[in-house]
């Protein structure tokens, strides 16, 4: 497994972790439908853009134009995908009221222009964290920052998640 799909597989399982951490404190099932269909979006989301990632030149990754394509084009598979949710977790996407149109497809336009948007954002600030990753490292001082950052990080959200929701 190569680091950029490794690194989307990490995002995706921290992504449906923290919902599962949600629905434990709202004491909700897995299954039930606000946390399953999330869970499913994740995992769908993460599909698409590493399929699409896999196909897409190396050299063409690096134009943000290209990556605002790659973002919109995975959102657009991901939202497609979506209405199969009912096979994984029973409960059957949401509709449009009035109309059988699942509610992904019809604010397909909004994810697609959030994706076209997001995606360039995190290459550039992917490329911006691996500069500064460098330049400590030559200065052999990340050694035990990186053992304890991103276990702190992780145990940062977990608080907030659970400060909001006893708010």
């Known amino acids: 497994m190569t680091r950029r799909v490794l690194g989307v597989a990490l995002l995706i399982a921290i992504a449906c972790l923290f919902k599962m951490f949600d629905a434990l404190l709202l004491s909700l099932p897995i299954q039930h439908g606000a ?69 992904s497809l019809y604010y397909a336009p909004i994810a697609v222009i959030f994706s076209c948007v997001t995606v360039p954002l995190g290459f550039w600030a992917a490329a911006k964290i691996m500069t500064l990753e460098t330049k400590l490292e030559e200065a052999n001082r990340i050694k035990k920052l990186r053992l304890i950052a991103s276990p702190a990080t992780l145990l940062l959200c977990l608080v907030i998640i659970t400060l909001i929701r006893l708010i």
């Open 35 to 103: 946390v399953g269909n999330p869970i499913f979006a994740f995992l769908m989301e993460g599909l698409a853009f590493l399929i699409l990632l896999s196909i897409y030149a190396e050299k063409k990754k690096h134009k943000t134009g290209r990556q605002a394509v790659l973002g919109g084009m995975s959102a657009l598979l991901a939202v497609n995908l979506f209405p199969l949710v009912k096979f994984a977790t029973g409960i059957p996407a949401c509709v449009y009221p009035g109309t059988t149109t699942p509610l």
